[in-house]
């Protein structure tokens, strides 16, 4: 019995001591997630974006930028088919209807170009490293210049502005902010 009582102790030591091990990696990795979206122009939005996602990226800059880059391609997805479903909303404007249509396009191209950063980031080491950096910079700012130009469609109908721009600000803040983490790669 006192064997048992033994084995029980010393598992009981090691299984404390492995959670308190987990809980101190998961820590650094939040704080290596709070510290990175320090240099963003949104550093709230990152870190809250992320920060669930802490046991994936543990402390690498390149799975921290691949997983901004994912979250993103989500946001930008989602917010691609509520301006679907909103251009469907009878009564607008023919001015109205036009802006919309390049909102969309724009939004698709984003997507586009948010999905071809991904996979590149994702693919091996095997090409020009700086090259490839590039021309992930380029897609990503691409995205970014999509996002603003969509929003800026709706200049002179302000309540249709503000709908759009009420979802297109959240995609391209999270964009900046992956190509911030991008840029520091």
């Not at 080491?125 to 380029?138: A, C, E, F």
Request: with cysteine; hydrophobic share 40%.
């Amino acid at each position: 019995m006192e064997g048992s009582c033994n084995i029980l102790i010393i598992v009981l030591v090691l299984l404390t001591s492995s959670i308190n091990l987990i809980s101190s990696l998961e820590k650094t990795n939040v704080e290596f997630i709070r510290k990175s979206c320090g240099f963003t122009a949104y550093p709230t939005l990152c870190f809250n974006s992320l920060s669930t996602r802490a046991v994936a990226i543990q402390t690498s800059p390149k799975l921290l930028a691949q997983t901004a880059l994912a979250v993103t391609l989500d946001s930008t997805r989602t917010t691609s088919s509520s301006m679907v479903k909103l251009s469907k909303v009878h009564g607008m404007a023919p001015l109205e209807v036009a802006a919309m249509k390049d909102c969309i396009e724009l939004l698709s191209d984003s997507v586009y170009n948010l999905k071809q950063s991904l996979e590149e980031m994702s693919q091996p080491g095997s090409k020009n490293h700086r090259l490839v950096m590039s021309d992930i910079q380029t897609w990503v700012s691409s995205a970014l210049t999509d996002e603003d130009t969509c929003a800026e469609g709706f200049k002179d109908d302000p309540k249709m502005k503000s709908v759009v721009r009420g979802k297109i600000v959240n995609v391209a803040h999270l964009t900046s902010n992956a190509l911030a983490l991008i840029n520091r790669q």
